[in-house]
């Protein structure tokens, strides 16, 4: 076929002969890719990667020692950290995903997604790849969490069962969370404002049972606590993790997860379709 004729050719004849069997990488390729990609650049800025790593466990220090004999959870645990731990667990996967955000909005901005679309690499394998990196990056956070929450007396209970409910419900968050990030990555103009407006995000385990029963909460406060998509991984968190019967909450909260990733990964394809035109 002369140069001319693959000029006039549609792009969808073209992509149909790059992602022909035998032809080149496909989506799961370009992914892991781009997932790699996405590590590198995590592991050269140093000041942010410190910073997603150490703020949660500054927080549960500070919510423990500082906090933690003020704050009265009615419960019958031993020491504030039983109560808080699970949360701060949420908490982290906020912070960790948030970085998600301006990751994909340094993207946009920078005119790299051109570069990428001329190699017929989509839309869906750069912000998957973002959201795996983002995702293995939580999971080192979360171990480090624990880790010092082991060393400051949480003392888990749960059965073998419960550990890979409470590892279903960490990774389904993470994730769900990473692709919201990546909406708003999508959404916002510029690095600086992805970043902003992720806090709302992060924002989100503060009104719940995370620090504070939801039942010591103001009145108009109380329902909107009782009834946001991480209460109730909170409560399945906590409630495996020291052996207590959780009934059908890690359900309702896998329900909550499985519908913030539907929600998020639509809107994703949309407004990188929308960017992209």
């Known amino acids: 076929m002369s140069d001319t004729a693959v000029q006039h050719s549609s792009p969808d004849r073209l992509s149909e002969r790059t992602h022909a069997p035998g032809r080149g990488p496909g989506p799961s ?6 997932a790699a990609r996405a590590l590198r650049i995590s592991s050269r800025n140093v000041d942010a990667l410190i910073t997603s790593l150490a703020l949660p466990i500054m927080m549960m220090l500070i919510f423990v020692y500082f906090f933690g004999g003020a704050i009265d959870t009615g419960t019958d645990y031993d020491s504030y950290v039983m109560y808080v731990v699970p949360g701060v667990l949420l ?16 993207d946009m901005k920078g005119g790299i997604i051109d570069r990428f679309r001329s190699l017929d690499v989509g839309g869906t394998p750069v912000l998957a790849g973002h959201v795996a990196a983002s995702t293995v990056r939580n ?18 209970a749960a059965s073998w069962s419960g550990w890979l409910v409470v590892g279903a419900v960490l990774v389904a968050y993470i994730v769900a969370l990473s692709w919201i990030s990546a909406a708003i990555g999508l959404l916002a103009r510029t690095p600086e ?22 039942e010591n909460m103001p009145d108009w406060l109380h329902g ?19 052996g207590q019967d959780v009934g059908n909450t890690p359900w309702v909260a896998l329900a909550w997860a499985a519908g913030m990733l539907a929600v998020a990964v639509g809107a994703s394809g949309t407004l990188f379709r929308i960017r992209t035109r």
């Open 193 to 214: 404002a992805a970043s902003g407006f992720t806090f709302f995000m992060s924002f989100l385990p503060y009104p719940s049972s995370a620090f504070v029963p939801t």
């Open 29 to 34: 390729t370009h992914t892991a890719v781009m």
């Open 224 to 242: 909107f606590a009782d009834h946001q998509p991480i209460t109730p991984a909170i409560e399945s968190l906590r409630g495996l993790l020291l």
């Open 139 to 156: 999971l080192c956070s979360t171990a480090l969490v624990f880790g010092v929450a082991l060393l400051i007396g949480f003392r888990p």
């Open 91 to 106: 908490l982290s996967a906020g912070f960790g995903a948030a970085t998600t955000a301006t990751a994909v909005s340094e």
